[in-house]
């Protein structure tokens, strides 16, 4: 194993083992619910909700990340493009992972950002891990009929 292999896996390491450590809760505080969900079309949606529908959007693009992250941070301003550009289409929604785990558990995501799609039914028709360029994501939305 190279020099640069090893620190790539000691790094990805040390990730997961953060990310797995810290302590997290899906549930709100005793006495509160959990908020509603107000999506406004042609805007990305940050919730720690786990009930998003899906079959009001052709495609359900989920970005789990977190706020920190530095990959992540470079996500937010291609994830308003995306919802901007196809606001009746597609619905973008940003779980922050570190500050609610449930997400992550859910959709099995081991490494952030990790991007998934879902068709109507909930279904996943892609996965991405990392950043996930613009263009690229254009090209996997004309795959699955989004123009």
């Known amino acids: 194993m190279s020099e640069i292999n090893k620190a790539q896996f000691v790094l990805a390491l040390a990730l997961i083992t953060v990310v797995g450590s810290v302590g997290f809760t899906a549930d709100p505080p005793a006495g509160q619910s959990q908020p509603p969900i107000y999506a406004v079309k042609g ?28 990959p992540c941070k470079k996500m937010q301003p291609i994830m308003k493009e995306i919802a901007a550009a196809f606001p009746d289409r597609i619905q973008v929604v940003f779980y922050d992972v570190w500050k609610d785990s449930a997400p992550a558990e859910k959709y099995g995501i081991q490494l952030i950002p990790t991007q998934v799609f879902l068709d109507q039914n909930g279904k996943e028709i892609a996965r991405h891990v990392g950043l996930f360029p613009k263009e690229e994501i254009l090209e996997l939305l004309k795959k699955h009929g989004v123009h």
């Open 43 to 70: 805007e990305v949606l940050v919730t720690n909700r786990l009930d998003i529908d899906f079959s009001k959007y052709q495609v359900t693009f989920l970005e789990l990340g977190a706020d920190r992250c530095i």
